[in-house]
């Protein structure tokens, strides 16, 4: 088999404006003219990769709904967004195992099952029925769970800490040519009160406390996800509701996040 199939025309070359945006500016409506067009040299497949893709993804997302994911819309997500483009390609074989990669810069992306998890229960929201408005992530990362939360929010604002991670999301996303997912490049910890307030808020990075900026940005009615350390070491993740009576937590099962870390690097 030597046929490419179809799917992968999001990796074409194109002329599209880029998916991100510097803090406080709104992205482009139309694209850039004369912008120059990336080709794909980031994502280099070794043979087979590319042409399994599809069957590969499916069968991740067979194993989601296994395991308890019973949403639709995030199953769809999971299905369309093309993990094995948002790790190096010497990872790109283990792309939809469940399990966590590394990124670089000592950061990891989040397994699928996690993702997944996560997205399910923003999703859950209040204020989400009907599907998610404006949604906050801190810690893009390489900016799959962004593209993620771009098939099922109206508008997603992502922020990483780390440039080079930051720079690295941007060329993963380009080509997929969210223009409402927006690419930010600063310090989590303090929210983006710009975007407020959001629907949603998702850490994919763990601290000891949930910074106050993050429920002051949180619509009423909206939902906060984050892992948590639970003080002896480990995390739990943590759900936040912000009801019109006060902020309401529940704690769920134990997970393993990278450290959220305040300032930029
Ligand atoms: N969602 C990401 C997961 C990245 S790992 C993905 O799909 O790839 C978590 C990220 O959180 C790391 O890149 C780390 O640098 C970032 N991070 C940690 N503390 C942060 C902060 N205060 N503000 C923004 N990003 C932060």
């Not at 074989?93 to 810069?105: F, H, V």
């Not at 949180?218 to 892992?227: D, S, Y």
Request: a positive charge.
């Amino acid at each position: 088999m030597t046929q490419r199939p179809p799917g992968f025309p999001s990796w074409i070359a194109s002329s599209a404006s880029p998916s991100s945006a510097k803090p406080g500016s709104k992205p482009s409506a139309k694209p850039g003219a004369g912008q120059a067009t990336r080709a794909p040299a980031a994502m280099p497949m070794p043979m087979g990769v590319g042409l399994d893709s599809i069957a590969v993804r499916s069968r991740m997302v067979q194993r989601l709904a296994q395991g308890g994911v019973n949403s639709q819309q995030v199953l769809q997500a999971m299905s369309s967004v093309e993990r094995h483009h948002f790790v190096d390609s010497a990872l790109v074989n283990q792309a939809y195992e469940d399990t966590s990669l590394p990124i670089g810069l000592g950061q990891t992306i989040s397994k699928p099952s996690v993702v997944a998890r996560m997205t399910a229960l923003l999703l859950g929201a209040e204020c989400a029925r009907g599907g998610l408005g404006r949604v906050l992530e801190i810690g893009t990362g390489c900016g799959y769970q962004a593209a993620v939360l771009g098939r099922v929010a109206q508008e997603v604002y992502s922020i990483e800490r780390l440039r080079g991670l930051h720079e690295k999301a941007r060329t993963n996303l380009r080509p997929l040519r969210l223009a409402h997912v927006h690419l930010l490049f600063g310090d989590g910890m303090l929210g983006y009160a710009q975007g407020a307030p959001y629907a949603g808020i998702l850490a994919a990075a763990g601290g000891d406390a949930i910074p106050d900026a993050w429920c002051e940005q949180l619509a009423v009615g909206g939902r906060l996800v984050a892992p948590m350390g639970n003080g002896a070491g480990g995390q739990s993740l943590l759900v936040i509701d912000k009801t019109p009576y006060g902020l309401k937590r529940t704690v769920l099962e134990a997970v393993n996040f990278v450290p959220l870390k305040s300032g930029i690097a």
